[in-house]
T-cell receptor, first 116, second 113 residues
Framework: AQTVTQSQPEMSVQEAETVTLSCTYD???????LFWYKQPPSRQMILVIR??????QNATENRFSVNFQKAAKSFSLKISDSQLGDAAMYFC?????????????FGKGTTLSVSS | DADVTQTPRNRITKTGKRIMLECSQT?????MYWYRQDPGLGLRLIYY???????NKGEISDGYSVSRQAQAKFSLSLESAIPNQTALYFC????????????FGQGTRLTVV
């Protein structure tokens, strides 16, 4: 079975600085997708970024980028120029590409605080 | 209106009571999911459904049941609520492609006293 591990329960960063959230996963599959979701205090789950395993190029969405290391099964999220609105819980998630529509498997989350 | 709507948003119930959490979606997706979120445990899958006739147990289905009344509606029931079912519950939907994101409802905060 696939597992997702986020080893940092809490992280902090100052405004305008850069922070990296770690995620590792375990799978025997070669076809899969990885996601980062943000959960602000409103508790809404918001997709931040996604990565296809077959793509070598790291995904980027504005200030958010990933470092995808397929061999190491690592999928870290880098937030540049951090803003107060980035304060939230961040979840890393895995979805199998073998069976379409399978459920996302989540890590335990990392709470990010941002100080001014 | 939200694409994925959960009702109620918050609920307090007593031990032993039956309670139903409802989810409806306007995304037109055939896949629907129920997750439970607990502090320090992330989101764990309770049940999922690929269409009206297909219901599957997830990681933590004991003590829960579901009903897929229509493509757009997927409800979660606690037949006899217990305090350790106190949690934040999320409904989610997705289309068939593995690359597609899941869309989440606003969550239901359930407290069992």
């Amino acid at each position: 079975a696939q597992t997702v591990t986020q080893s940092q329960p809490e992280m902090s960063v100052q405004e305008a600085e850069t922070v990296t959230l770690s995620c590792t996963y375990d799978t025997s599959e070669s076809d899969y997708y990885l996601f980062w979701y943000k959960q602000p205090p409103s508790r809404q789950m918001i997709l931040v970024i996604r990565q296809e395993a077959y793509k070598q190029q790291n995904a980027t969405e504005n200030r958010f980028s990933v470092n995808f290391q397929k061999a190491a099964k690592s999928f870290s999220l880098k937030i540049s120029d951090s803003q107060l609105g980035d304060a939230a819980m961040y979840f890393c998630a895995y979805r199998s590409g073998v069976q379409a529509g399978t459920a996302l498997i989540f890590g335990k989350g990392t709470t990010l605080s941002v100080s001014s | 209106d939200a694409d994925v709507t959960q009702t109620p948003r918050n609920r307090i119930t007593k031990t032993g009571k039956r309670i139903m959490l409802e989810c409806s979606q306007t995304k037109g997706h055939d896949r629907m999911y129920w997750y439970r979120q607990d502090p320090g445990l992330g989101l764990r899958l309770i049940y999922y459904s690929f269409d009206v006739k297909d219901i599957n147990k997830g990681e933590i289905s004991d003590g829960y049941s579901v009903s897929r009344q229509a493509q757009a509606k997927f409800s979660l029931s606690l037949e006899s609520a217990i305090p350790n079912q106190t949690a934040l519950y999320f409904c989610a939907t997705s289309s068939g492609g593995a690359h597609t994101e899941a869309f989440f409802g606003q969550g239901t905060r359930l407290t069992v006293v």
